[in-house]
């Protein structure tokens, strides 16, 4: 599988389920740059003394499909030996509390992790990731592990 983005934005939402956010991210650093909102990532990035990156989040749903809730020391045991051997150069995670629409039309809030990572674009780190997802589906019986892409001006 070739993995490509292109544009400014790409979201990327493989399945609904246990892992919806409330979390709303607001980009103001080209807020007051309106010249620099016309330009593609790549020359924004070299505009402001960036470089391009990849930043995916993912968002992983708490709650386990018998009640019970994923504890934040099951849940810090997954990053250290499921995501951190794959990005040891860093990694974020927040706390946040999501909510999803289930089958039956009720709407369900549970806590929830949102992971976010920045990377170079290449297909070595989108298969990282896609191998994350899959781990946590299978560890804690989850329906889907919520994915979101873009393209991001990064600087060290």
């Given at each position: 599988?070739?993995?490509?983005?292109?544009g400014?934005?790409?979201?990327?939402?493989?399945?609904t389920?246990l892992?919806?956010?409330?979390?709303?991210?607001?980009?103001t650093?080209?807020?007051?740059?309106?010249?620099?909102?016309?330009?593609?990532?790549?020359?924004?990035?070299?505009?402001?003394?960036?470089?391009?990156?990849?930043r995916t989040?993912?968002?992983?749903?708490?709650?386990?499909?018998?009640?019970?809730?994923?504890?934040?020391?099951?849940?810090?045991?997954?990053?250290?030996?499921?995501?951190?051997?794959?990005?040891?150069?860093?990694?974020?995670?927040?706390?946040?509390?999501?909510?999803?629409k289930?089958?039956?039309?009720?709407?369900?809030?549970?806590?929830?992790?949102?992971?976010?990572?920045?990377?170079?674009?290449?297909?070595?780190?989108?298969?990282?990731?896609?191998?994350?997802?899959?781990?946590?589906?299978?560890?804690?019986?989850?329906?889907?592990?919520?994915?979101?892409?873009?393209?991001?001006?990064?600087?060290?």
């Amino acid at each position: 599988m070739k993995f490509k983005l292109r544009g400014t934005t790409l979201g990327i939402f493989l399945g609904t389920g246990l892992a919806a956010s409330s979390i709303v991210v607001v980009l103001t650093a080209f807020a007051k740059q309106a010249p620099v909102e016309q330009l593609n990532i790549q020359e924004s990035c070299q505009q402001l003394t960036g470089k391009t990156f990849a930043r995916t989040e993912l968002l992983f749903g708490l709650s386990k499909p018998d009640r019970s809730v994923i504890t934040e020391a099951e849940f810090q045991r997954f990053v250290d030996r499921q995501v951190t051997p794959l990005f040891p150069d860093g990694l974020t995670v927040l706390s946040a509390t999501g909510q999803f629409k289930a089958p039956n039309r009720a709407v369900v809030k549970e806590k929830s992790k949102l992971l976010l990572l920045v990377y170079p674009l290449n297909n070595k780190h989108h298969n990282s990731i896609e191998q994350i997802r899959t781990v946590y589906k299978q560890m804690f019986r989850q329906q889907s592990v919520l994915r979101v892409d873009d393209l991001s001006c990064v600087s060290f």
